[in-house]
């Protein structure tokens, strides 16, 4: 099987190009791929499939000819990842299977409209993010409250006094899984000026990753919460690079770089 890598702010997957979706792409494949040690190493894998050949989305096929079936690196099937977005979308412009401008995917999480920048930056629309409330995550024995943020998956964003950087996010925080029965992703982040945040995300299914697009969204919706806002511009600062988010009334945009790193040819088998 052909399989290529790309990352977004260091947000790594390895990319399966499946068009006629016929690969069977399993759980304990997968797993095997994300292997750092054993397989190639990502983040999570996303299966480039033509929309109309996938049944869980095939109704969008009239807007989005292709979808991202996401999986996270655990080989669980995910709803949405932002920066993966933005990766699939490099693929699909470098490979001509769509042209530079604005284009539509499929995503388990609804149908997302990218676009090419001047810059060479990918812009996602992420949709409008949901508040559903307050929730508590705890690291380390020490509890901080945060806001549950539907983004297509879930998340639980917290803004904390002590600095990010000294963190140990090696283990799963712990949440209210009767808030959050399937996982959650959980943003710890510290304001650090107008409009700006530092973060760290632990995500289900992948512990600590350099990066997280929804994730970055959704810390910016929290961070505009502290000051009683829900527009503007929010430059956030994640281990792997720096992202902006543009939250507005009726939805959200994720910008940042996105890049193909290698391919080659996948060895692994069951």
């Known amino acids: 099987m052909r399989f290529l890598k790309g990352h977004g702010t260091e947000n790594d997957f390895v990319i399966l190009p499946d068009p006629g979706g016929e690969a069977g792409v399993t759980a304990s494949l997968v797993a095997k791929i994300c292997d750092r040690r054993a397989g190639i190493g990502a983040d999570g ?74 810059n060479g930056d990918i812009t996602v629309d992420m949709g409008k993010p949901v508040v559903r409330g307050e929730s508590v995550a705890t690291v380390g024995g020490q509890e901080y409250r945060g806001l549950h943020i539907d983004m297509g998956n879930p998340h639980l964003a917290c803004a904390i006094g002590d600095p990010v950087v000294q963190l140990d996010l090696h283990y799963q925080p712990g949440f209210d899984p009767g808030v959050f029965p399937a996982g959650v992703n959980i943003e710890l982040f510290n304001p650090v000026g107008t409009r700006r945040a530092v973060m760290r995300v632990h995500e289900r299914g992948c512990g600590e990753t350099r990066s997280c697009g929804t994730g970055t969204v959704a810390t910016a919706v929290a961070a505009a919460a502290l000051t009683g806002e829900t527009t503007g511009t929010w430059t956030i600062e994640v281990p792997g690079g720096t992202l902006t988010v543009v939250l507005e009334e009726e939805t959200s945009y994720l910008s940042g770089p996105a890049v193909i790193v290698a391919r080659g040819e996948l060895m692994l088998a069951e």
Request: glycine share 10%; aromatic share 8%; charged share 30%.
């Open 45 to 118: 894998v996303l299966v480039v499939t033509r929309t109309k050949e996938s049944p869980e989305v095939a109704e969008h096929a009239a807007v989005a000819e292709w979808f991202m079936d996401y999986r996270n690196a655990d080989g669980s099937v995910a709803e949405m990842c932002g920066n993966g977005v933005r990766v699939f979308a490099r693929y699909l412009i470098d490979e001509g299977l769509e042209k530079p401008g604005e284009f539509m995917l499929a995503t388990r999480g609804g149908v997302r409209k990218v676009r090419v920048e001047p």
